[in-house]
């Protein structure tokens, strides 16, 4: 049973082809912007194109575009050759490799417009802890107590803090062996978190 693994979401753009419990293949790049150009490539360069009975792709939160770009890919590709495709979110592939001995984390990403996408989580069993909110750092540093953060936005979240542990990082592909099986069977679509920064005019009518 071989698993395809797409994860676009973020900042990094990273690929893995699994076989049960090992690694047959991976590629991870941080690459910011450009996802829809290296995606494909990616998944092309490994073992026999990527070829898979199952597809898992991260669902978000993060970038708009990435997660559209990584999103569309697995559904294009699960149509063509006829496997299930499953999501999991970018929080709990960060959360599931929380550092031992930290019994409760958060887990915060670099949103839009100054935000960060911050939600807690219990390491063993890893468990949500709270739902995932989109907010100021000030706002956030308010209400996330745990010592220990993950993530791209941890950094900024400890400094507003002024307390805590920073663990600056970014999802990758193959990183989802560790994810429990429950947060790796989502439905592939979006997870944004936050509205979209434009709306259909109908919409933005009605707003003003």
Do not use: K, N
């Not at 308010?142 to 941890?154: L, W």
């Amino acid at each position: 049973m071989r698993t395809l693994v797409i994860d676009t979401a973020t900042a990094a753009c990273s690929v893995a082809l699994l076989e049960h419990a090992a690694v047959v293949a991976e590629c991870h790049e941080v690459v910011g912007r450009g996802h829809a150009e290296r995606l494909i490539p990616m998944v092309a360069s490994l073992p026999e194109g990527g070829r898979a009975d199952a597809i898992l792709v991260d669902c978000g939160p993060g970038s708009f575009t990435g997660i559209r770009v990584g999103l569309a890919a697995a559904r294009a590709l699960g149509i063509g050759w006829a496997v299930p495709v499953r999501g999991y979110s970018s929080m709990a592939a960060i959360a599931a490799l929380g550092e031992v001995g930290c019994d409760t984390m958060a887990v915060a990403l670099i949103g839009g417009h100054g935000e960060l996408f911050v939600q807690r989580f219990a390491r063993d069993p890893l468990a949500e802890l709270s739902s995932l909110a989109s907010l100021t750092p000030a706002a956030a540093a308010a209400i996330i107590p745990d010592d220990h953060v993950f993530g791209s936005g941890a950094v900024e979240l400890v400094r507003v803090r002024g307390y805590g542990v920073a663990h600056d990082r970014l999802p990758r592909a193959v990183d989802v062996l560790v994810l429990p099986a429950a947060f790796a069977a989502l439905d592939p679509r979006p997870i944004y978190g936050r509205a979209a920064d434009a709306q259909p005019p109908a919409a933005a009518a009605a707003v003003q």
